[in-house]
């Protein structure tokens, strides 16, 4: 019941402590936070002068919001994205400012914002923040720090604010805008703030454009090896010509002399003509290597991060084949059945990266589903890459069946360094492990193991 209340409240301090924000400058917060505790110590008015720096500070916050109610003027906002972005990764958008005043701008600040999402109690309850580890016992029982921690997760970014120092009358200026992704997914804007100090420099007056807009964000990306796994080979015709174009492709390789039951479709007649005997031509079937690539979405207990690792190795293994002839077929269990073709000719890797932005982790167990999909798509596959979150009795029933069925396949177990699985089980089922905190070494040699 405490808890609730806290967190009834929560939205309120955020939204004061957002406000005040956005409206004090670093000058008119400090002010803002002596004139209180001047008014305290301000009662004793024989014994101290405190009361004097309360009416000073008073007057001075009244001053600051009274001019600012004098700003004036009307613009307009237009804002340019790109068409994807990366997590971690800076990028920058530009926005396009006009001045439809008769008189010139000076001292103007922009402040675009993203979608603010207040969470529910029942997801606030049930999200981990590992930053608890460094809080006091106080913080982690009013949870307030954390919430302004999965705020800014479901928010997605971080914009800088940008100065811009003059506009002339009735003309556009085009000022460039950095934001830096902190989570996959779409990113919404929600409104751009125009902003004025005024005179004492205390208080800002703002402009609101209400522009929404959306930018999606891919996956990290992390620098993996080419797949070289020792596959099988499946009847399935593919290649190059096959991946590119309709049909199938076969490459010619030599001559040879004619046997009963050549087709005549074959002759090489220049060589007949020229011999005086038929001669045949040979030709080779061109194949390309078929992995199947299988994301464990099943998170369990399991903390979110890992999650996170598995889709970024799943993408950045997607990358890496872009250059190659060869199929990948991505598959994963979300509310459905999920499988994708990523090859050359066949489908953009940007649209199965798109697609990886947008998973979502399952908590109910959805390991049997991906048996029944890899018994689907086991005769067209030479291999698989498994990238598993855990290595429990269902993950183990999952290795032994790829194993029953001959199938060559690689197992990535993703955990952190505090999670110790079995070294006997790791061992005998030839899992990798790749750890959090190494994980870019650990991938340098995923194929070298």
Same mark, same amino acid.
């Given at each position: 019941?405490?808890?609730?209340?806290?967190?009834?409240?929560?939205?309120?301090?955020?939204?004061?402590?957002?406000?005040?924000?956005?409206?004090?400058?670093?000058?008119?917060?400090?002010?803002?936070?002596?004139?209180?505790?001047?008014?305290?110590?301000?009662?004793?008015?024989?014994?101290?002068?405190?009361?004097?720096?309360?009416?000073?500070?008073?007057?001075?916050?009244?001053?600051?919001?009274?001019?600012?109610?004098?700003?004036?003027?009307?613009?307009?906002?237009?804002?340019?994205?790109?068409?994807?972005?990366?997590?971690?990764?800076?990028?920058?958008?530009?926005?396009?400012?006009?001045?439809?005043?008769?008189?010139?701008?000076?001292?103007?600040?922009?402040?675009?914002?993203?979608?603010?999402?207040?969470?529910?109690?029942?997801?606030?309850?049930?999200?981990?923040?590992?930053?608890?580890?460094?809080?006091?016992r106080f913080d982690r029982f009013i949870g307030y720090p954390r919430l302004i921690n999965v705020m800014q997760k479901l928010r997605g970014g971080s914009i800088t604010q940008?100065?811009?120092?003059?506009?002339?009358?009735?003309?556009?200026?085009?000022?460039?805008?950095?934001?830096?992704?902190?989570?996959?997914?779409?990113?919404?804007?929600?409104?751009?703030?125009?902003?004025h100090a005024e005179p004492l420099g205390l208080f800002q007056a703002q402009k609101v454009f209400y522009n929404n807009d959306s930018l999606l964000i891919l996956p990290r990306?992390?620098?993996?090896?080419?797949?070289?796994?020792?596959?099988?080979?499946?009847?399935?015709?593919?290649?190059?010509?096959?991946?590119?174009?309709?049909?199938?492709?076969?490459?010619?390789?030599?001559?040879?002399?004619?046997?009963?039951?050549?087709?005549?479709?074959?002759?090489?007649?220049?060589?007949?003509?020229?011999?005086?005997?038929?001669?045949?031509?040979?030709?080779?079937?061109?194949?390309?290597?078929?992995?199947?690539?299988?994301?464990?979405?099943?998170?369990?207990?399991?903390?979110?991060?890992?999650?996170?690792?598995?889709?970024?190795?799943?993408?950045?293994?997607?990358?890496?084949?872009?250059?190659?002839?060869?199929?990948?077929?991505?598959? +994963? @269990?979300?509310?459905?059945?999920?499988?994708?073709? =990523?090859?050359?000719? *066949?489908?953009?890797?940007?649209? #199965? /990266?798109?697609?990886?932005?947008?998973?979502?982790?399952?908590?109910?167990?959805?390991?049997?589903?991906?048996?029944?999909?890899?018994?689907?798509?086991?005769?067209?596959?030479?291999? +698989? @890459?498994?990238?598993?979150?855990?290595?429990?009795? =269902?993950?183990?029933? *999952?290795?032994?069946?790829?194993? #029953? /069925?001959?199938?060559?396949?690689?197992?990535?177990?993703?955990?952190?360094?505090?999670?110790?699985?079995?070294?006997?089980?790791?061992?005998?089922?030839?899992?990798?492990?790749?750890?959090?905190?190494?994980?870019?070494?650990?991938?340098?040699?995923?194929?070298?193991?």
């Amino acid at each position: 019941m405490l808890r609730k209340l806290l967190f009834v409240n929560f939205k309120l301090v955020y939204r004061f402590s957002q406000w005040n924000r956005q409206r004090f400058t670093s000058t008119g917060m400090l002010i803002l936070l002596i004139t209180p505790v001047a008014g305290l110590f301000g009662f004793d008015t024989r014994n101290t002068l405190s009361f004097h720096i309360f009416s000073i500070a008073s007057a001075l916050l009244f001053t600051a919001i009274f001019f600012s109610l004098f700003f004036r003027g009307r613009f307009s906002i237009i804002r340019k994205l790109p068409e994807y972005g990366r997590v971690g990764t800076p990028l920058k958008y530009l926005c396009i400012i006009c001045n439809e005043n008769k008189t010139a701008k000076r001292g103007l600040i922009l402040i675009d914002e993203l979608k603010n999402q207040f969470p529910s109690l029942d997801h606030f309850s049930k999200t981990k923040d590992p930053l608890d580890i460094k809080r006091s016992r106080f913080d982690r029982f009013i949870g307030y720090p954390r919430l302004i921690n999965v705020m800014q997760k479901l928010r997605g970014g971080s914009i800088t604010q940008v100065a811009i120092d003059y506009i002339p009358k009735q003309s556009e200026v085009v000022t460039v805008v950095q934001l830096t992704p902190l989570r996959r997914g779409y990113l919404y804007f929600d409104k751009i703030r125009l902003a004025h100090a005024e005179p004492l420099g205390l208080f800002q007056a703002q402009k609101v454009f209400y522009n929404n807009d959306s930018l999606l964000i891919l996956p990290r990306l992390y620098k993996t090896p080419r797949l070289n796994l020792q596959s099988k080979r499946t009847c399935q015709q593919s290649g190059v010509n096959n991946a590119s174009i309709v049909g199938d492709s076969q490459e010619f390789i030599s001559l040879r002399d004619y046997q009963p039951g050549d087709s005549i479709q074959s002759l090489h007649w220049r060589s007949f003509a020229k011999l005086n005997r038929p001669v045949i031509k040979e030709y080779q079937d061109e194949h390309s290597m078929r992995y199947g690539l299988i994301l464990d979405t099943f998170l369990n207990k399991k903390s979110e991060v890992i999650f996170e690792d598995a889709v970024s190795i799943t993408a950045s293994l997607i990358t890496a084949q872009k250059e190659h002839d060869a199929l990948l077929d991505l598959m +994963f @269990i979300s509310n459905n059945t999920c499988q994708f073709t =990523s090859s050359r000719g *066949l489908a953009d890797h940007e649209k #199965i /990266l798109e697609m990886l932005a947008c998973v979502e982790p399952v908590y109910d167990s959805n390991i049997h589903q991906v048996e029944k999909m890899i018994q689907h798509y086991c005769h067209e596959c030479n291999a +698989f @890459i498994c990238i598993l979150l855990d290595l429990d009795e =269902s993950r183990l029933k *999952l290795i032994k069946m790829l194993s #029953i /069925l001959n199938i060559p396949a690689k197992f990535l177990l993703l955990r952190d360094l505090k999670n110790k699985d079995s070294a006997e089980l790791i061992q005998e089922n030839d899992v990798h492990v790749i750890h959090h905190d190494n994980l870019q070494q650990e991938l340098d040699t995923l194929w070298k193991t």
